[in-house]
């Protein structure tokens, strides 16, 4: 049906809203499966979440960027968001719309995706209600390890891989 990663990105996106944590989830799959396409779907979910994480922090600037990536990757494969029980239109809609929101400075509000796979939305709704997390509700803007989760984490791996990368352009040139 759908990969257990879109579930569990699903089930943090609508419950407890931890963008951080959808962010991880994904770019490890992505990794896993798509590590060299840039333009994949997953990227664009990443980046999307991303985004969302940067503007519940009030980084607008980071909020921007990272949704205006997301838009151009996920406006090219509306076939794959379809095919991943979403609505394309209305998503790239409400991205656009959200867009706009950051550019005029506007305050976070919680989003909802617009899935129309009633069977993915009951199974991601069942895991949240097992994890005790709310589905669709609100994000709680004072919850601090949520809030601000990349303060928290371990980032050994990504500054190794950073500088892997790095040092393979190098040995390119």
Known sequence: ???????????????????????????????????NNKSSTWVGLILMAVSFYHHRRENNNGAERTLRKGIG???CSPAD????????DQLM???KYRL???QKGGKYTSVNLPITDHLL???????????????CSDSILLDKEIVHR?????????I???????NQKKRQE
Do not use: Q
């Not at 990349?150 to 990504?158: A, F, L, Y």
């Not at 190794?160 to 790095?166: G, I, N, P, S, V």
């Open 1 to 35: 049906m759908y990969p257990d990663a879109y579930i569990e990105f699903m089930v943090h996106f609508h419950g407890d809203r931890d963008y951080f944590e959808c962010h991880e989830i994904l770019e490890e799959y992505w990794k896993n499966t798509d590590r």
């Open 73 to 75: 990757i996920l406006e």
């Open 81 to 88: 968001l379809t095919a991943l029980g979403l609505n394309a």
């Open 93 to 95: 809609k409400d991205l």
């Open 100 to 102: 706009e929101l950051i």
């Open 121 to 135: 939305k009951e199974k991601c709704m069942d895991i949240c209600s097992s994890k005790g997390f709310a589905w």
């Open 150 to 158: 990349h303060k928290r984490r371990d980032r050994t791996m990504v």
């Open 160 to 166: 190794k891989e950073r500088l892997d990368a790095l």
